[in-house]
């Protein structure tokens, strides 16, 4: 018996669209990490469409593989803003807040 790919039909459709965005809005947000750049437009916080009743057997791997890449991103996103915070505080610290005075040194001619 051979597998055979079924389009999804209906609240399937619906979920599988629903899949879709959120897939696309991820692969962004893992971009710009990876890239150490934030969009000056990100994307708007993803919100499941109303009415999708429940979440179709056959979609539940995928949605889990987005829920696993969805914590590894959070987690990615902690780590970089903890750094982020660090690199600032070691910055304010190098700064000299007083009047700088010369230095002179003696140097034989």
Do not use: F
């Not at 437009?41 to 995928?62: F, I, K, N």
């Not at 600032?88 to 010369?102: I, L």
């Amino acid at each position: 018996m051979s597998a055979r790919t079924v389009e999804p039909t209906g609240w399937d459709a619906a979920w599988a669209d629903a899949l879709s965005a959120l897939e696309v809005d991820l692969e962004l947000a893992e971009r710009m990490l990876a890239l150490d750049h934030i969009a000056e437009d990100p994307p708007a916080p993803w919100t499941p469409p109303a009415d999708l009743g429940p979440l179709p057997l056959e979609l539940a791997d995928r949605a889990r593989a987005l829920l696993d890449r969805q914590i590894e991103l959070a987690r990615r996103l902690a780590e970089a803003a903890d750094l982020n915070r660090r690199h600032q505080r070691a910055v304010q610290a190098m700064r000299h807040d007083g009047p700088s005075s010369p230095v002179y040194v003696d140097t034989p001619a």
